[in-house]
């Protein structure tokens, strides 16, 4: 049975390239969310396998965003991804919860890769 994910960017073009991206490689898309707020909300609807979390978005960014997840469900699994490969917001992100971290721009096979190692 196909994984579950829920994608949450606040660029529009990014939910899409990976939409695309999960799709292809036979994942089914349950939702998408604009900003962390939305993230947690589509998080309780849809209760996906996975979530793919941006980290600086508005209204709450990824990483308060996944500790609200992780209140909600502690075996969620969550995947961040980030323009900004800061180490502080890995490690941040990692302490929260966070399966892996995806650095953007990201090629599909690291999306791909990250994805099979966190939900299979």
Do not use: H, W
């Not at 036979?26 to 996975?50: C, I, R």
């Not at 941006?54 to 969620?76: H, R, V, W, Y």
């Amino acid at each position: 049975m196909a994984k579950n994910i829920l994608i949450c960017d606040d660029a529009a073009f990014m939910r899409m390239m990976i939409k695309d991206i999960l799709t292809k490689n036979g994942y089914n898309v349950a939702g998408e969310a604009e900003n962390g707020l939305k993230a947690v909300e589509k998080f309780k609807e849809v209760s996906p396998d996975l979530v793919l979390m941006d980290i600086t978005m508005p209204e709450m960014d990824g990483i308060q965003a996944l500790k609200e997840i992780k209140k909600i469900d502690g075996s969620a699994l969550v995947i961040m991804c980030s323009a900004m490969g800061q180490q502080a917001m890995v490690i941040e992100s990692i302490q929260a919860g966070a399966k892996d971290f995806i650095v953007k721009p990201f090629q599909a096979e690291r999306v791909i890769e990250a994805v099979k190692k966190v939900v299979g």
